[in-house]
């Protein structure tokens, strides 16, 4: 059974605030165009150095390393400056393709009145760049990111500090991921968790849940 199923089993407390996860849920997933680049800047091919990528990720988004100590850690100190730079701006471009039915949803969740946030894994380089260029940041009311917390999901701190910001007990909050282990640990700390499917399928779904969106 699918932690979604187990939800929806479960009796719900009618929710105050609704939270979106970033990547593949406000954006949509990088194109197969970006992992191409990244090996050709690299050196490496593309099954290498997407599992390099994603095995080394956490530290990047946590915050305790830049971009270009990212890379030079998962590549090698030889790493060029100027090849540290072009990795850097191919990988955060890959994820700023924003899915406009995601953002009409987030929109209705605010005008109805209910507190809207933003839970996700990130580092600076791209949270300073959103933050300046990206409409949809300017729409919560709160935005948690692990490279200002120092906690990544599906770390528990990361979902208390979630918490506090919106100042709601666990039940009143729904949160939307992609990644099933980040939704299982918030349903395990009493948030009312759900996989990211889509737009259509999150808006039925706070829909059952008597939102009025």
């Not at 099954?47 to 990720?57: E, P, S």
């Not at 990795?87 to 209910?114: H, Q, S």
């Not at 349903?187 to 009312?192: A, T, V």
């Amino acid at each position: 059974m699918s932690v979604t199923e187990q939800n929806e089993g479960k009796a719900r407390t009618l929710p105050k605030a609704v939270v979106f996860d970033f990547g593949k849920v406000i954006s949509f997933p990088p194109e197969p165009r970006v992992m191409e680049a990244l090996s050709a800047v690299a050196g490496r091919d593309v099954k290498t150095m997407d599992t390099l990528v994603w095995a080394y990720r956490q530290e990047y988004d946590r915050g305790s390393l830049s971009g270009r100590d990212y890379y030079r850690a998962i590549l090698g100190p030889e790493l060029d400056e100027a090849q540290a730079e072009a990795l850097v701006r191919i990988d955060l471009d890959g994820w700023k393709r924003i899915n406009p039915e995601t953002v009409a949803l987030m929109e209705d969740v605010k005008a109805a009145g209910y507190l809207l946030g933003i839970l996700s894994n990130m580092p600076h380089e791209f949270l300073a760049w959103a933050r300046e260029s990206l409409p949809v940041f300017r729409l919560p009311q709160v935005g948690i990111f692990s490279c200002e917390t120092g906690s990544i999901k599906p770390e528990t701190p990361i979902y208390e500090t979630l918490l506090r910001g919106l100042s709601c007990r666990p039940e009143e909050v729904v949160f939307f991921d992609d990644t099933p282990i980040n939704v299982e640990r918030a349903c395990s700390l009493g948030i009312q968790g759900l996989v990211w499917q889509d737009p259509y399928t999150a808006r039925l779904a706070l829909q059952k849940m008597h939102l009025k969106v």
